[in-house]
């Protein structure tokens, strides 16, 4: 298809009437002849979703607070009618500066599933060690395999036999998305597929307070560990009734499963405040005392310098056809 033959295609789609469920206020299924592509569809159901909004108006500026990559921060969508001949333009801008929760979203492991599964696939060993036990009748033996990908800030550490065949191996992965957040998986099993668990810990702003957060998370995991977890269910009645006798606040939950989060919040200088949420109870603690007063009046300014970003714009234009 030749780029003249595209754009005619792609203006035929954007003009061709859709519809869609409309139920108070939602907007629910889109439909479209099949003439029209999903990319297509996709525009459709963007500018949809916008018209469907809770927002604040101000003449053609609507606002709300939307979660994102980088948190739950303010937006604008500017609609300019008339833009060019029969064509509107969106204008969505994002405030960097003006954000509910500064705490970095979950990326780092999601990247380290999209690389490669073995960095020893295109990247030599950085360091390679082998353990080798020779038998009457056959080799026995480790090799334990390391690999650094400067370009992804990226580690791996493969422990396997050297016995052929024998496809049981442990993998660590450890990566270093930014400067203030560092992610590691450990798996094992054959192929490294059968067990996984992995942690995360980041630092950031939660409601414009220095945070860090450490992340544990888990797929699969052997039998005598998941005897470990029954044993836990079975201890959280007993801790909801014990926590409130030494301050602690402790409610039942439905959190994540498989998955504990411990957050600290630096409330002042002399202060934090501790949440630790798990599969069935939340845990809290507020105005826990530090044994040393935190520097954290400069400090803290610096930090917000460094994370945060310029506003940017990303604008969309929306060709309609003019009655």
């Known amino acids: 298809m030749t780029v003249g033959s595209w754009a005619v295609s792609l203006k035929t789609q954007l003009v061709t009437p859709i519809k869609f469920e409309y139920s108070n206020g939602v907007v629910g299924k889109v439909f479209a002849p099949a003439r029209v592509s999903s990319t297509v569809l996709n525009l459709h159901r963007g500018i949809l979703n916008i018209f469907q909004l809770n927002l604040k108006q101000t003449q053609n500026v609507y606002e709300l607070h939307e979660d994102g990559t980088q948190g739950v921060c303010k937006t604008h969508y500017m609609i300019r009618e008339q833009f060019k001949p029969h064509q509107i333009a969106v204008t969505k801008s994002k405030d960097l500066t003006d954000c509910h929760e500064r705490v970095i979203k979950d990326i780092g492991l999601a990247y380290t599933e999209k690389c490669a599964k073995f960095l020893g696939d295109a990247l030599p060993p950085a360091i390679a060690i082998i353990a080798r036990a020779v038998r009457t009748d056959r080799v026995l033996g480790y090799q334990l395999a390391a690999y650094v990908d400067k370009s992804t800030s990226r580690v791996q550490i493969v422990l396997s036999s050297i016995v052929k065949n024998y496809q049981w191996k442990i993998c660590a992965d450890g990566v270093l998305p930014s400067k203030h957040k560092i992610a590691a998986?450990?798996?094992w099993g054959k192929d490294c597929q059968e067990y996984s668990a992995c942690a995360k810990v980041e630092t950031g702003l939660q409601q414009s307070?220095?945070?860090?957060r450490l992340k544990l998370k888990w797929d699969r995991l052997p039998e005598v560990l998941n005897i470990l977890t029954i044993y836990t269910k079975r201890a959280s009645d007993y801790i909801l009734m014990v926590a409130p006798l030494v301050g602690i606040s402790a409610e039942k939950a439905n959190n994540k499963g498989k998955e504990i989060a411990l957050t600290v919040v630096l409330s002042d200088q002399d202060s934090l405040n501790i949440i630790l949420k798990c599969p069935k109870m939340t845990l809290s603690r507020k105005d826990v005392p530090l044994l040393i007063s935190l520097p954290i009046g400069?400090?803290?300014s610096q930090f917000l310098n460094c994370i945060h970003t310029?506003?940017?714009?990303?604008?969309?234009?929306?060709?309609?056809?003019?009655?």
Request: charged share 25%.
């Open 185 to 187: 998986k450990l798996a």
């Open 209 to 212: 307070k220095l945070a860090a």
């Open 298 to 300: 400069n400090d803290r």
């Open 310 to 323: 310029k506003p940017y714009k990303t604008t969309i234009t929306y060709p309609i056809v003019v009655p």
